[in-house]
C-alpha cells in the first residue's frame, strides 16, 4: 500500500506517520526526526525499512556474477 494512500480509520490512526527519507542524507534523517518530534512530542518506535540492492546479471550454472552496478 502506498503512504499517500494509507487508511485512516486503523486502530491509532493519526498517532503514527509514514515518512520516505533518503537514508544516506543524514540532513534530510535529522530533519525527519525533528519533525515527528514537533508533532508527536516523543518517539516511541521507530522502523527502519530502507532497503539497497547490488543488481548484476547471474544465470545458473555460472560461478561468477558478472555486470552489475
Not at 520516505?20 to 522502523?47: K, N
Request: hydrophobic residues 40%; positive net charge.
Amino acid at each position: 500500500m502506498r503512504a499517500d494512500r494509507a487508511p485512516t480509520d486503523t486502530p491509532g490512526a493519526g498517532h503514527h506517520a509514514r515518512v520516505p527519507v533518503d537514508v544516506t542524507d543524514q540532513a534530510a534523517v535529522r530533519s525527519a526526526f525533528d519533525a515527528a518530534l514537533e508533532r508527536f512530542g516523543r518517539l516511541e518506535v521507530v522502523v527502519n525499512n530502507a532497503g539497497y540492492a547490488n543488481v548484476a546479471r547471474w544465470r545458473p550454472g555460472q560461478s561468477k556474477v558478472s555486470g552489475g552496478s
